[in-house]
């Protein structure tokens, strides 16, 4: 399929991308109905996950995806997404149709130089000379380190940290939900 662009300039900002994403995945058959799960941004490409349920609570019957336990499927959708001339656009697809964009951001630890794995990091300063240095606590550790925005990719901000949390990292992270 081709790309479909929005003339009437209605998508803007990331909110209004975000809100026409979840337009997008979320919709009511007769039979079916499916909802959007999460949606993340990496570049210009949007990745979704997607439940479908059976209007009657009966499993959905799929012969690309298997049934979850609760009789629902859920699948990953990616959009490409662009402006041309001031107009939105996206591209969709559905995991099977491969091959997809692959940076999808995962829930998995971060993998660091050394070899070692940190899951949950806090957010503090460090000084070098007269510079103060934005770095990361490893709560299981304790140790510093420094992340990129990449690897922050697909974080989540835990809400008892976010009083505490440092504006620039509470800045990024409201940045990408928004």
Same mark, same amino acid.
């Given at each position: ?37 999460? !949606?993340?941004?990496?570049? %210009?490409?949007?990745?979704? =996950? &997607?439940? @479908? +349920?059976?209007? #009657? *609570? /009966? ?37 099977? !149709?491969?091959?997809?964009? %692959?940076?999808?951001?995962? =829930? &998995?630890? @971060? +993998?660091?130089? #050394? *070899? /070692? ?42 809400? %008892?940290?976010?009083?505490? =949390?440092?504006? @620039? ?10």
């Amino acid at each position: 399929m081709g790309w479909l662009f929005y003339t009437d300039r209605r998508v803007q900002t990331y909110a209004d991308e975000k809100a026409e994403i979840a337009r997008l995945c979320t919709f009511e058959s007769d039979r079916r109905k499916t909802e959007l799960v999460k !949606a993340c941004k990496v570049g %210009s490409t949007w990745y979704a =996950a &997607a439940k @479908v +349920t059976s209007i #009657d *609570g /009966s499993p959905v019957e799929d012969t690309t995806y298997l049934t979850d336990a609760d009789g629902s499927i859920t699948f990953g959708a990616v959009f490409l997404t662009r402006y041309d001339d001031g107009c939105w656009g996206y591209k969709d697809m559905e995991e099977s !149709a491969g091959p997809n964009e %692959s940076r999808a951001p995962l =829930a &998995a630890p @971060v +993998t660091l130089t #050394d *070899g /070692s794995t940190c899951q949950i990091v806090t957010a503090t300063y460090y000084k070098r000379g007269r510079q103060k240095r934005r770095c990361y606590r490893i709560e299981e550790t304790g140790g510093l380190v420094r992340l990129s925005k990449a690897s922050l990719a697909g974080s989540e901000l835990l809400s %008892s940290a976010k009083g505490a =949390a440092s504006p @620039v990292l509470a800045e990024f992270l409201a940045g990408r939900d928004a």
